[in-house]
Nanobody, 122 residues
């Protein structure tokens, strides 16, 4: 099992940068896939980014590609660096984990954090 706890969400202005953190604990393998998802008011869960723990590269949704960067470190932390934020990025952001290789759909992730609110004002 994996336990996840996000932090770092807050109110920012459009164009600002923000870094979300996710503290991961439990059974994490080099092949464990970590993901970031978000849910805006009245909308469904949306995939943001995912990466295999030990790999450097990540996969991104088209809506955030070039603006968001997902990383992991040796201290079991997962980060989502967000730049050039837009009002449409406003959502609760969730960190998630799965043992399924190549996962990117929400239902493929078994472990979820409690979420952190990001609000981008125009």
């Amino acid at each position: 099992q994996v336990q996840l706890a996000e932090s770092g969400g807050r109110l920012v202005q459009a164009g600002a940068s923000l870094r979300l953190s996710c503290a991961a604990s439990g059974t994490i393998f080099s092949s464990t896939v970590m993901g970031w998802f978000r849910r805006a008011p009245g909308k469904e869960n949306e995939f943001v980014a995912a990466k295999t723990w030990s790999e450097n590269s990540a996969r991104y949704a088209d809506s955030v590609k070039g603006r968001f960067t997902m990383t992991t470190d040796n201290d079991s932390m997962v980060y989502l660096q967000m730049s050039s934020l837009k009002p449409e990025d406003t959502a609760v952001y969730y960190c998630a984990a799965t043992y399924l290789t190549g996962a990117s759909r929400g239902y493929e992730f078994a472990y979820w954090g409690q979420g952190t609110q990001v609000t981008v004002s125009s």
